[in-house]
């Protein structure tokens, strides 16, 4: 949902380099919405927009929308 902080995750393993399910979930719809809006099919393509995903939330951003935006900057 657009503006609304349900898919947001606090970042437990952001200093430990696990990644909790709820936040694969989360990751994992990010890169998918994003590629398909930008009509991203090549698999290289793809994990290039996965290692933005990482190291964005790595930086604690995790809400899928603001995800979709930092991404949409770093474009």
């Known amino acids: 949902m657009r503006g609304s902080n349900r898919n947001a995750v606090p970042p437990k393993s952001a200093g430990c ?7 694969v979930n989360i990751l994992a719809k990010t890169v998918s919405d ?3 809006s930008h009509k ?4 290289d393509e793809r994990e290039n927009v996965a290692v933005k ?3 964005l939330f ?3 951003v ?3 929308d603001q995800l979709l935006e930092e991404l949409e900057k770093v474009r």
Do not use: H
């Open 17 to 23: 380099g696990i990644v909790e399910p709820a936040e």
């Open 34 to 36: 994003y590629c398909s």
């Open 40 to 43: 991203i099919e090549r698999k």
């Open 53 to 55: 995903v990482m190291s």
């Open 58 to 60: 790595g930086r604690g």
């Open 62 to 64: 995790t809400d899928a």
